[in-house]
């Protein structure tokens, strides 16, 4: 765990509130610092005195307080916070979070903050079971907001089913325990690209293809967590960019390659996830092509190769390419793996429901003289796997070296001159 890592608790309206005030003890405990935040409601079930009593901080609660947001108070707690956690988290404020609503001090802090956002649902389990809470959950996952829950159990209304919230030690531990992977990129840069290009034809046409960009992401979220510093250049997505990720979007392969060599001097290591075009029209028109009834031939040309520019670098990071192939995966894998002088190349079968369009992946990761299956499952859980096996081929001295070389190209300190000797008459 991390000392002293910032912790923003908001605390929302439902009988669970009453677990509050143990929950920020075991955060605490911890090692943590929490600020509470309350909503009118959640006031109503505990009272914001014994929350200040534990957290040391005054519970803050009001989004139209003079004395706070006169430095935009809702702001700086943002900012604050390395981690928002929403516990309870009811189903009205679920369906605000979703909905992107900033009518109260929770609600905007939650719009206003670049932390990972967590929430433990508690409701009655016929709430939990609606599908209008389902699919406002959906949502939260999709935008990359943590869903810790909920457990099944006895209910205060004296039903019994899923909508209990976690319990206080298990939120705790939950929260603090180290990532996956921790530590194993640390202080690393890594640059990443993710998502498809598109090449224009016309002013409203472009070619493209299916790749949603959430593989490389995942990449990136995973790289996180191992500690390195993470550069993410995609193209055309819908996708949240991770916290702690720094972002840059681009529209055509030549665009990307710019932005690849813009940042890859500065990296330890070159995830390359992007399913980048392999042409590109070789003229584009001015104006909107007109339907006109007959053929007409599109000229293409090949787009830039950018994984190939960087392997052919003197000074280059290690290289992880991306084969996403119809068939012969492992024979046009190895061959791209030769061909471009990568190090590494994570290779997967595409098409038919595989791969696009899906939240789940299964690489074949191949090296000079190795190969290793990572089994289908979760498109992250199978990015953490990617990040485990390339820390294991990344060379040790890889990060330390380069950043020594860098060390070394700045302009040396001007050496100290003696003073002259005064020269004393008799």
């Known amino acids: 765990m991390t000392p002293q890592k910032r912790i923003l608790l908001g605390v929302t309206g439902g009988i ?3 677990k509050s005030p143990d929950l920020v003890r075991r955060l605490v405990e911890r090692g943590a610092q929490v600020q509470v935040v309350m909503t009118a409601s959640a006031r109503r079930f505990v009272a914001p005195l014994a929350l200040q009593a534990v957290s040391g901080r005054p519970v803050r609660s009001d989004l139209w307080d003079e ?42 802090l939650c719009l206003a903050t670049e932390a990972p956002i967590c929430v433990a649902p508690a409701m009655n389990r016929v709430m939990w079971a609606h599908r209008a809470t389902q699919a406002n959950v959906a949502t939260l ?29 298990k939120l705790a531990e939950s929260l603090l325990e180290p990532p996956p992977n921790a530590g194993l990129l640390q202080g690393l840069n890594v640059l990443i690209t993710a998502g498809p290009t598109r090449e224009r034809i016309d002013p409203v046409r472009y070619l493209t293809n299916r790749s949603s960009g959430k593989m490389g992401f995942a990449v990136a979220v995973a790289a996180r967590e191992a500690g390195a510093h993470v550069t993410l250049v995609c193209g055309p997505v819908s996708l949240p960019t991770p916290a702690g990720v720094t972002r840059i979007d681009v ?16 990296a330890d290591l070159l995830v390359a996830a992007a399913a980048v075009a392999d042409f590109q029209p070789r003229s584009v028109a001015e104006e909107k092509i007109k339907k006109q009834g007959v053929a007409i031939d599109l000229a293409l040309e ?15 990071p290690f ?23 990568l190090d590494m190349i ?6 038919d429901g595989l791969a696009f369009d899906c939240e789940d992946n299964a690489l074949t990761v191949f090296w000079p003289g190795g190969r290793t299956e990572i089994e289908r499952a979760a498109k992250l859980e199978v990015a953490r796997a ?16 380069r950043r020594a070389a860098r060390k070394r190209r700045a302009p040396p300190t001007p050496p100290r001159t003696r003073p002259r000797a005064r020269r004393i008459r008799r």
Not at 78 to 94: C, H, M, Q, T, Y
């Open 302 to 316: 090949p787009a830039p190769d950018i994984v190939k520019s960087v392997t052919e670098m003197a000074k280059r």
């Open 67 to 108: 004395a706070a947001e006169a430095a935009m108070g809702h702001i700086e707690l943002a900012r604050w916070a390395e981690l928002v956690l929403i516990a309870p988290a009811s189903a009205d404020f679920l369906a605000r979070l979703a909905a992107g609503r900033a009518d109260d001090l929770l609600a905007a």
């Open 141 to 169: 996952a999709e935008r990359g907001v943590r869903v810790l829950g909920p457990d099944s159990g006895p209910q205060a209304c004296g039903e019994v089913g899923l909508g209990r919230m976690w319990e206080p030690a």
């Open 251 to 266: 529209e055509s392969a030549r665009e990307m390659y710019a932005a690849v060599h813009r940042h890859v001097a500065e």
């Open 386 to 401: 990617l990040v485990a096996l390339i820390a294991k081929r990344l060379p040790p001295p890889q990060g330390v070296a």
């Open 319 to 341: 290289v992880v390419g991306f084969a996403a192939e119809t068939h012969d995966v492992e024979a046009n894998a190895r061959g791209k793996l030769k061909r471009k002088k």
């Open 16 to 18: 669970a509130a009453y």
């Open 346 to 351: 994570a290779a997967n079968r595409v098409g």
